[in-house]
C-alpha cells in the first residue's frame, strides 16, 4: 500500500514521513519474516520520497542503519563530513532520527555521539520553518 501511495503521491508521502518513519521501521523488526520485508520495501518507497540532494545517496543506508546496528558508526561518520546546504525539512529529519538517536545513545562511543551532534548542528542550521 505506502509503495503505492509514494508512487502516485510523492509530495503527500513526504509530508507524512513523520509518522510513517517510527511505525514502518517498528515493523522492520518483526518476527515474521514475511511482515518484515514487506515493511523494508515500504520504508524504501517512502524514503524515496525525500527531496534533499544532501541525503538521497545515502538512503539506502539510512534504511540499512535500522536493521543493522553495526551500520551507525561508520554511517555518522560519512554523514558528518557532509556541509548540508539545501533546506531541511521535516523527511529529511524523520529520516535521520533512527538513525542520530542511536547515535546519541548511551551505548554509542564518544567519537560517534560527538559526530551525531555536529550532524544535528548542521541541519538545525538549515532549518527554515521549525
Known amino acids: 500500500v505506502f509503495q503505492k501511495f509514494a508512487?502516485?503521491?510523492p509530495l503527500e508521502t513526504s509530508r507524512q514521513l513523520?509518522?510513517?518513519v517510527p511505525a514502518v521501521?517498528?515493523?522492520m523488526w518483526h518476527d515474521?519474516?514475511?511482515r518484515s520485508k514487506?515493511?523494508?520495501s515500504a520504508m524504501s518507497a517512502v524514503s524515496a520520497t525525500v527531496d534533499n540532494r544532501n541525503l538521497e545517496s545515502h538512503i539506502e543506508e539510512l534504511i540499512s542503519s535500522i536493521l543493522n546496528m553495526d551500520l551507525v558508526d561508520s554511517l555518522v561518520q560519512k554523514l558528518a563530513g557532509i556541509v548540508f546546504v539545501q533546506e531541511i525539512k521535516s523527511e529529511a529529519l524523520?529520516?535521520?532520527v533512527p538513525l542520530l538517536s542511536r547515535?546519541?545513545?548511551a551505548n554509542s562511543a564518544t567519537?560517534?555521539?560527538r559526530q551525531a551532534a555536529r550532524i544535528v548542528d548542521n541541519m538545525s542550521k538549515l532549518v527554515e520553518d521549525p
Open 103 to 105: 547515535a546519541l545513545s
Open 38 to 40: 514487506a515493511a523494508i
Open 94 to 96: 524523520a529520516i535521520m
Open 7 to 9: 508512487a502516485k503521491a
Open 25 to 27: 521501521s517498528s515493523l
Open 18 to 20: 513523520t509518522f510513517l
Open 111 to 113: 567519537a560517534t555521539k
Open 32 to 34: 515474521k519474516q514475511q
